[in-house]
T-cell receptor
Framework: KAGVTQTPRYLIKTRGQQVTLSCSPISGHRSVSWYQQTPGQGLQFLFEYFSETQRNKGNFPGRFSGRQFSNSRSEMNVSTLELGDSALYLC?????????????FGSGTRLTVV | KQEVTQIPAALSVPEGENLVLNCSFTDSAIYNLQWFRQDPGKGLTSLLLIQSSQREQTSGRLNASLDKSSGRSTLYIAASQPGDSATYLCAVKETSGSRLTFGEGTQLTVNP
């Protein structure tokens, strides 16, 4: 059974550009969550999607957005990149949203903004 | 607002030692607590999941306990090995909402 797949693994972008990250959940999982990990702030919740609907959102500016497709794959987009957006972005999938099931994480996308 | 704290921030032990990692949370209205392992530059690997109604979970050399009323969880690692070297994170899922709130992690080094 394939795990959670995130692409690309590494990205280098320039300030002001935009970026799109992709996450393919485990087959059959309908919930995808996104987290940002930085040395200073640790792991912080960005948002969660379930059945193509955003169910929950963290305290991030509107430059961070996401969507989920009918096959449960999810993308997150960051516009007008800032240096502080440099981080490891992790996505996690689960069978359902809002239920106490195990979350499985991908290997992450390392974004560097220069 | 839920806050999760992990103590110690870093730990270095000789191979073979038994050790305990601590996690505390401020709001006891949790749905479950999950322990993860993270290797440098990598994603998170789930180790143990404890539902709020459970007191402990075991997997191999790992044992996690949960005391919801006091807002504490411990991860016990028996007979540590160099391959256990990693950062260990605990995360709580509250009864409302679907987000996980993470601690800052304990960076464990097991020396051969």
């Amino acid at each position: 059974k394939a795990g959670v797949t995130q692409t690309p693994r590494y990205l280098i972008k320039t300030r002001g550009q935009q970026v799109t990250l992709s996450c393919s959940p485990i087959s059959g999982h309908r919930s995808v969550s996104w987290y940002q990990q930085t040395p200073g702030q640790g792991l912080q919740f960005l948002f969660e999607y379930f059945s193509e609907t955003q169910r929950n959102k963290g305290n991030f500016p509107g430059r961070f957005s996401g969507r989920q497709f009918s096959n449960s794959r999810s993308e997150m987009n960051v516009s007008t990149l800032e240096l502080g957006d440099s981080a490891l972005y992790l996505c996690a999938s689960s069978l359902e949203a809002g239920v106490g099931l195990r979350y499985t994480f991908g290997s992450g996308t390392r974004l560097t903004v220069v | 607002k839920q806050e999760v704290t992990q103590i110690p921030a870093a730990l270095s032990v000789p191979e073979g030692e038994n050790l305990v990692l601590n996690c505390s949370f401020t709001d006891s209205a949790i749905y479950n607590l999950q322990w993860f392992r993270q290797d440098p530059g990598k994603g998170l690997t789930s180790l143990l999941l404890i539902q709020s109604s459970q007191r402990e979970q075991t997997s191999g050399r790992l044992n996690a306990s949960l005391d919801k009323s006091s807002g504490r969880s411990t991860l016990y690692i028996a007979a540590s090995q160099p391959g256990d070297s990693a950062t260990y994170l605990c995360a709580v899922k509250e009864t409302s909402g679907s987000r996980l709130t993470f601690g800052e992690g304990t960076q464990l080094t097991v020396n051969p």
